[in-house]
């Protein structure tokens, strides 16, 4: 009967351990989970508060840039100077220039300036429609204030069925 009881135990063991482990295991998941959404939520915090330090409202400026052209001409790259120097420079793949074309916005600059008079200087780069390699840069002057200063880049559709017309423009 001993022997019996043993074996019994063993079984019950057997049957249950299993059942028990799966239980741990679930709640080791979800308490992985719960930790992981709070990582992700502090990771957003920190990325809040790193924005806000270094570029304040009140010297930030941001450049975007947006294409409102549905001819032939392929843009390669953006340069992008502020008061004379060289704040970046992009290059385009053929995925990020399908995004624009439908209508995606890419933000190429943030930075900060001080209240005054500035100058933006963009040099475009691509191919037209008839194939050939064109270079050609836009300047423009504003006056930044002590809030955030919006800029707009854009190539849109012109008069001339091979070459767009390059225009920087204020968000107001």
């Not at 074996?7 to 930790?35: C, G």
């Amino acid at each position: 009967m001993e022997r019996f009881g043993i074996r019994f135990s063993f079984l019950l063991i057997w049957l249950v351990l299993p059942l028990l482990t799966a239980q741990a295991a679930s709640s080791v998941e979800e308490r992985a989970a719960a930790l992981k959404k709070q990582v992700v939520d502090l990771n957003r915090e920190l990325f809040e508060l790193e924005e806000e330090l270094l570029y304040p409202a009140n010297s930030q400026v941001v450049v975007f840039l947006a294409i409102n052209s549905k001819r032939g001409f392929q843009l390669d790259s953006v340069e992008l100077k502020l008061n004379g120097r060289l704040a970046t420079t992009y290059l385009y793949s053929d995925r990020e220039i399908s995004a624009l074309n439908r209508g995606g916005v890419q933000r190429l600059y943030m930075g900060n300036l001080g209240a005054g008079s500035h100058r933006i200087e963009a040099v475009f780069n691509g191919r037209g429609a008839n194939d050939r390699y064109y270079r050609q840069q836009v300047t423009y002057d504003f006056e930044k204030q002590h809030t955030a200063k919006f800029v707009e880049l854009v190539v849109q559709d012109s008069g001339d069925a091979n070459l767009p017309d390059f225009v920087i423009r204020e968000f107001k």
